[in-house]
């Protein structure tokens, strides 16, 4: 029994705290940019019906989550993902509010993934939804947003790479894939795994066709790469695709924001729920993405009302990861002075005096000779 008390499950973490007091703060700062924008909070139920989370972020997702049943019989699941809770929370309770709905959100989801070192399967999400609009400004003020949050915040060396899941969708059109088929290609093209993919396309297309995919595969970088790209393809789509990346890539340029800005034309989303321009965020010394986000124009309507919507989140734990130090050189040099007041044999004494402190604002700490003597030992 003792042993089992010590042990806590794989992928689940207890913090405590520095680690709360930095987390805390990176939270407020953050919202504080979310608020700033008119967004408002939302707070959203940590379970839910297991057939949401499939309705949202499709069946392969949802099969990664943490499902077990109510006391009706109901198959419940813990929240992998909160665009889909907001999704059906805009499409059942919003449906009179006018147009465009900016919500934010902080709060933890849960997910199972296959067993890697040091991999949690509890994450704390900070993230925002823009949904009513299809217009570009909403795509903007999404990217501008993350900007400002990860400079208020003070994080250095971060990249936004910016994607439209078009481009491949009408290159891959003509290739009458299956549904697997298609995640296949979908996972190699993610992971850049172009030797495979020239195989894995042998059977769908000819050799010269093969070789402009695979070149797409690895096309990465400034706005050039799309005059690039253009020499490439042809069809509706993916030109439609790389001409929604020039527009938002030229704004950028304007805003003086585009140092911070690539251009990823195999980063493709892994959520089935996006629909448009996609985008990344990337950090040094992060060997995964700090958070994510993108159009999701078709969600909604899973859920009984279409329409547009964009939106991202950070992850919190990622983000006090990177500035851990940073920040709590910086919160440590803000301690508040402590108010020290000793119990003794007096307690009405000591808590008239504490209430005194409290009531000008005064963090105050309650000691008596035991902890002394425990101190000083």
């Given at each position: 029994m003792t042993s089992s008390l010590s042990k806590i499950p794989a992928g689940v973490q207890y913090i405590f705290d520095g680690e709360v007091r930095l987390r805390r703060f990176i939270e407020r700062e953050i919202m504080a940019v979310f608020e700033g924008w008119s967004y408002a909070e939302i707070i959203l139920p940590i379970f839910d019906y297991a057939d949401l989370f499939a309705l949202g972020m499709g069946k392969e997702q949802a099969e990664k989550t943490y499902r077990f049943t109510g006391r009706d019989g109901k198959l419940l699941a813990l929240r992998p993902d909160l665009t889909s809770l907001v999704a059906r929370t805009i499409a059942t309770r919003f449906r009179d509010a006018a147009r465009p709905i900016r919500l934010c959100y902080s709060g933890e989801v849960f997910r199972w993934d296959e067993p890697r070192g040091g991999r949690q399967y509890e994450f704390h999400q900070i993230g925002l939804e823009h949904i009513g609009s299809n217009r570009l400004e909403a795509d903007t003020e999404a990217l501008v947003m993350v900007i400002e949050a990860l400079n208020r915040l003070g994080l250095e060396g971060f990249t936004i790479t910016l994607s439209h899941v078009d481009f491949f969708k009408g290159i891959a059109e003509n290739l009458a894939l299956d549904e697997a088929n298609r995640k296949s290609l979908r996972e190699m093209i993610d992971r850049k795994e172009v030797e495979h993919l020239d195989r894995f396309l042998a059977p769908y297309a000819e050799p010269s066709v093969r070789e402009i995919f695979c070149k797409l595969v690895t096309l990465a970088g400034k706005g050039t790469i799309i005059d690039e790209a253009r020499a490439c393809v042809t069809n509706e789509q993916s030109v439609a695709a790389l001409d929604d990346l020039e527009r938002v890539y030229k704004i950028a340029e304007a805003l003086n924001i585009d140092s911070r800005i690539d251009i990823d034309l195999g980063d493709v989303g892994e959520l089935d729920y996006y629909t448009?321009?996609?985008?990344?965020?990337?950090?040094?010394?992060?060997?995964?993405?700090?958070?994510?986000?993108?159009?999701?124009?078709?969600?909604?309507?899973?859920?009984?009302?279409?329409?547009?919507?964009?939106?991202?989140?950070l992850c919190l734990d990622w983000l006090a990861q990177l500035l851990g130090r940073k920040l709590r050189d910086q919160l440590d040099s803000q301690t508040e002075e402590v108010a020290g007041i000793e119990a003794g044999r007096d307690i009405i004494a000591a808590f008239k005096e504490a209430n005194l402190f409290r009531e000008k604002g005064r963090k105050i700490l309650i000691r008596n000779s035991e902890d002394k003597n425990k101190q000083s030992e």
């Open positions: 448009g321009l996609t985008f990344k965020i990337y950090a040094q010394g992060l060997g995964t993405e700090l958070g994510r986000g993108g159009r999701y124009d078709n969600l909604l309507a899973n859920f009984g009302s279409s329409e547009p919507a964009v939106g991202f989140s």
